[in-house]
């Protein structure tokens, strides 16, 4: 069975960092495309960050601006989010999701079947 577990949000300042962790089950990371979706309240999911195991290939919404890291650990089937630099327009609800097989980085996330529940990210003074 296909599982992807988030953790690492929480309450932080402005300014501050969080790591999210995205552990996977049920499949390796051989060939695999994993993406971080973000929601905020009333509004549509968007696409955060995206990294490809098959060759690193990574990318990042526009919003970003050099403030996130992806990163991906194939030996313990995990992807990380590395945040900093945060504000309060972070806020929102992530998500991680795994397009399993040959595939590309997409913030298009319908292209991925397998979803985490998410995990909470509320950056407030």
């Known amino acids: 069975e296909v599982q992807l577990v988030e953790s690492g949000g929480g309450l932080v300042q402005p300014g501050g960092s969080l790591r999210l962790s995205c552990a996977a089950y049920?499949?390796?990371?051989?060939?695999?495309?994993i993406g971080w979706f973000r929601q905020a309240p009333g509004k549509e999911r968007e696409g955060v960050s995206c990294i490809r195991s098959r060759d690193g290939t990574t990318t990042y919404g526009s919003f970003v601006q050099g403030r996130f890291t992806i990163s991906i650990d194939n030996a313990e089937n995990t992807v990380y989010l590395q945040m900093n630099s945060l504000k309060p327009e972070d806020t929102a609800i992530y998500y991680c999701?795994?397009?399993?097989?040959?595939?590309?980085?997409?913030?298009?996330?319908?292209?991925?079947?397998?979803w985490g529940q998410g995990t909470q990210v509320t950056v407030s003074s």
């Open positions: 999701a795994a397009r399993i097989g040959q595939g590309y980085c997409s913030d298009y996330a319908a292209l991925f079947g397998s």
């Open positions: 049920g499949f390796t990371f051989d060939t695999v495309v």
